[in-house]
């Protein structure tokens, strides 16, 4: 009896959560072309992922921006749009909830994931920080090092066909790496496995980026309560990450 009643009070909370997400929602189809495009998922016949088909829209939009009215978004490519944004009216931008959940697993209430006041609480608390002459000067060491070591002559080397995406991926790791723990991931030596930690994290930022993807909210957060498909794979992920960086830190003390 207490099992029925238990199985009948979580179903009353799917389905009451169910209906509120659906009331929120202003908009569950649009006829648009964009839209449908995207709810049928018939950009992916001709685009390998996301990112390429909005990059191919934007490049053809005469306001370089797009409308994805079933999500409530707008995606902008329009310098002027993007000045006023992250400068001129920076505060009146903040990056909301809906994407706070998201990369909320991964990035947790870091500073690439808060907005108001503790946003504003971590941004001066970095800034004195990383603001001092001494920093910026060790900063400028290793960007230059690894400039002159590694992508300079990775990029001199003749007959060969780079991918400049993941170049500059492997050498931002490297740099961040550095800075952050003082180790070398060498992930700009291409002759090298990739470290462990890049691969989690590169894997754990895809996963949580494709959490958009879905039509619904509800179905990411569905498969994460049931440990499905790629919720399992970024629960791993992010564990791996948790379990490398706390072995970095412990060798550094």
């Known amino acids: 009896m207490e099992l029925q009643a238990s199985l009948f009070f979580l179903i009353l909370i799917f389905l009451l959560y169910l209906l509120f997400s659906l ?129 300079v002559p990775l990029l001199s080397k003749q007959d060969q066909v780079l991918d400049l995406q993941d170049v500059f991926k492997r050498f931002s790791f490297d740099v961040i790496c550095w800075f952050s723990f003082g180790i070398d991931p060498s992930c700009l030596e291409l002759s090298l496995p990739m470290s462990k930690l890049a691969m989690a994290f590169d894997l754990a930022s895809k996963l949580s980026a494709e959490r958009a993807m879905n039509v619904s909210p509800l179905v990411w957060k569905i498969k994460r309560a049931l440990n499905l498909g790629s919720e399992k794979e970024l629960k791993r992920a992010i564990e791996r990450i948790n379990l490398l960086a706390k072995e970095v830190i412990s060798q550094r003390r």
Not at 132 to 138: E, F, G, L, N, V
């Open 23 to 151: 009331l929120i929602k202003p908009k569950l189809w649009c006829n648009c072309e964009i839209c449908s495009a995207y709810l049928t998922l018939s950009w992916s016949k001709q685009f390998k992922n996301l990112c390429d088909w909005y990059t191919h829209l934007l490049k053809n939009s005469p306001s370089k921006s797009i409308h994805i009215h079933v999500l409530r978004n707008t995606i902008t490519a329009n310098p002027e749009n993007i000045e006023y944004m992250l400068k001129t009216k920076f505060h009146n931008f903040p990056k909301g909830k809906p994407f706070s959940i998201i990369l909320g697993d991964f990035l947790g209430r870091g500073i690439f994931n808060v907005d108001g006041d503790s946003w504003k609480f971590q941004k001066n608390m970095a800034s004195m920080e990383l603001g001092k002459t001494s920093i910026c000067c060790y900063v400028f060491d290793i960007i230059n090092c690894e400039i002159k070591t590694r992508l």
